[in-house]
Each structure stands twice: as structure tokens, then as C-alpha cells.
């Protein structure tokens, strides 16, 4: 079992930045396929960002390409999306999510733990 607690969310003006983190505890972190979802209201959770555990395969949904960049410590059982460049329309609840396996994956079905999400808002 891994348990998955998301930080970092908040309010941020259209530009800003900010950076979220995932800490992992439980089975061996680095085994782990980390991955970052988000849930607008009204929408479904989609995918924004995965990467595996060494962090040479990584995957952008195009929404966020260029302006997010997702990393992990393995050391530190955490992984963290930095999101630059903010826009109203990336105002959600961002999920970090993890899965056991060697190819990163943007199916969220596919991901096994979740984490309880946190609320990022950016103001026009």
C-alpha cells in the first residue's frame, strides 16, 4: 500500500507560479510510476504529467507543455510538479497518483493510489 499527500496548492494571480508536491510513503516510492491528474469543476480528472521512476520517461499532456515540469526525489519519497506561466483555465484539484510498472502511462485507470488532491486557483 502507498499512501500519497499532495502540498502546495493555493491561490495564484494568471502568470504566477506555483509548485506542488507529492510525499509517498508506504512500499518503495521508487518503484513507482508518479503521476499528476487535475479535476476542474464540472469536468473529468485528466491527465497532466507522468514520468517513471528514474525520470528519463516523461509525458506532457499538451495543455501544460512548456509551462509545467514534473520531477521526483526518490530520496525524499516526493514528486513535484512545478507550474509556471498560470492560467485562469488550470484552476482545479490537482492529483498526484502512483502505480506499480516500468512504462508511464495518461490512463488514469491504470493508476492505482491517489492522493487527496489539492486546490489550485488562478485569478484572471
Known amino acids: 500500500q502507498v499512501q500519497l499527500v499532495e502540498s502546495g496548492g493555493g491561490l495564484v494571480q494568471a502568470g504566477g507560479s506555483l509548485r506542488l508536491s507529492c510525499a509517498a510513503s508506504g512500499r518503495t516510492f521508487s518503484n513507482y510510476i508518479m503521476g499528476w491528474f487535475r479535476q476542474a469543476p464540472g469536468k473529468e480528472r485528466e491527465f497532466i504529467a507522468a514520468l517513471n521512476w528514474s525520470g528519463g520517461s516523461i509525458t506532457y499532456a499538451d495543455s501544460v507543455k512548456g509551462r509545467f515540469t514534473i520531477s521526483r526525489d526518490n530520496a525524499k519519497n516526493t514528486a513535484y510538479l512545478q507550474m509556471n506561466s498560470l492560467k485562469p483555465e488550470d484552476t482545479a484539484v490537482y492529483y498526484c497518483?502512483?502505480?506499480?510498472?516500468?512504462?508511464?502511462?495518461?490512463?488514469?485507470?491504470?493508476?492505482?493510489?491517489w492522493g487527496q488532491g489539492t486546490q489550485v486557483t488562478v485569478s484572471s
Open positions: 497518483a502512483g502505480r506499480r510498472g516500468i512504462s508511464v502511462t495518461t490512463e488514469r485507470i491504470r493508476y492505482d493510489y
